[in-house]
């Protein structure tokens, strides 16, 4: 089955860190670039970060220079640490890939002041 599953979410204090991976399956992971999202109660989608094929990275204002995106062919990983968590950054966060248009069922992000 072709899917992304995302992991990792929880609560964290204001400060602290969390990372978040997202397992890719049923197609051919190198091959491809993916991202992350997040969204917030009450507000669009936004994306985060993303790398290509031959990681290239990408970052938004509101996360560079807290969060890193990095890609594991060999595992089919994606990975998205985040440090200096702001309680703004609370939010569910999804992994996606345009291969298919594919998104992870998302993981919940909690920070708190």
């Known amino acids: 089955e072709v899917q992304l599953q995302a992991f990792g979410g929880g609560l964290v204090q204001a400060g602290g860190s969390l990372r978040l991976s997202c397992i890719a399956s049923g197609f051919t992971f190198d091959n491809y670039a993916f991202g992350w999202f997040r969204q917030a109660p009450g507000k669009e989608r936004e994306g985060l970060s993303c790398?290509?094929?031959?990681?290239?990275?990408y970052y938004a204002d509101s996360v560079k220079g807290r969060f890193t995106i990095s890609r594991d062919n060999a595992k089919a990983t994606v990975d998205l640490q985040m440090n200096s968590l702001k309680p703004e950054d609370t939010a569910v966060y999804y992994c996606?890939?345009?291969?298919?248009?594919?998104w992870g069922q998302g993981t919940l992000v909690t920070v708190s002041s």
């Open positions: 996606y890939t345009p291969r298919g248009d594919l």
């Open positions: 790398i290509s094929s031959d990681s290239a990275e």
